[in-house]
């Protein structure tokens, strides 16, 4: 019975610490070698914050460009849509986050709409919650080629 007294202050330290250690905070100051990455913006809600559902609204910037605006922000832009044959079109597409930085952008073909049923072709760039290029990816009609 003492022995479980003596343990649960332990695994509880335990779990705490693990908690901290995962949730994508630093207890290194800026500046003095901290490698963690900048925290992301939270993730798109598409049900609305209050729970509404989602309204996904077009805006026509020019002849080339389409924004789709989810919640009074930018969530995707369609640039340059070109029939390819066979009731597909292929785009070009740039992804955002929350806050308005780029999350993913290159070419998809898609259908019916780019959200519905697109796939990424050519390459495709994505980006750090800091802005910076992470990786680039090479796909081809929706498979990867590297």
């Not at 900048?38 to 609305?48: H, S, T, V």
């Not at 002849?63 to 340059?80: N, R």
Request: charged content about 20%; overall charge negative; glycine content about 10%.
């Amino acid at each position: 019975m003492k022995l479980k007294h003596y343990l649960l202050p332990v695994i509880t330290m335990g779990i705490l610490s693990c908690n901290q250690a995962g949730n994508g905070t630093s207890q290194t100051p800026a500046g003095e070698g901290s490698t963690a990455a900048a925290p992301c913006p939270e993730p798109w809600n598409l049900n609305g914050p209050t729970g509404e559902p989602r309204s996904l609204i077009s805006k026509v910037i020019n002849d080339s460009v389409t924004q789709q605006l989810l919640f009074d922000k930018v969530y995707f832009e369609m640039i340059s849509p070109v029939d390819i044959g066979n009731g597909q079109t292929r785009c070009y597409l740039k992804f955002y986050r929350t806050d308005g930085s780029l999350q993913e952008e290159g070419f998809g073909i898609y259908t019916e709409h780019p959200i519905v049923d697109y796939v990424q072709d050519g390459t495709w760039k994505f980006y750090d919650c800091k802005g910076l290029l992470e990786k680039t990816v090479v796909f081809e009609n929706g498979k990867r080629k590297n």
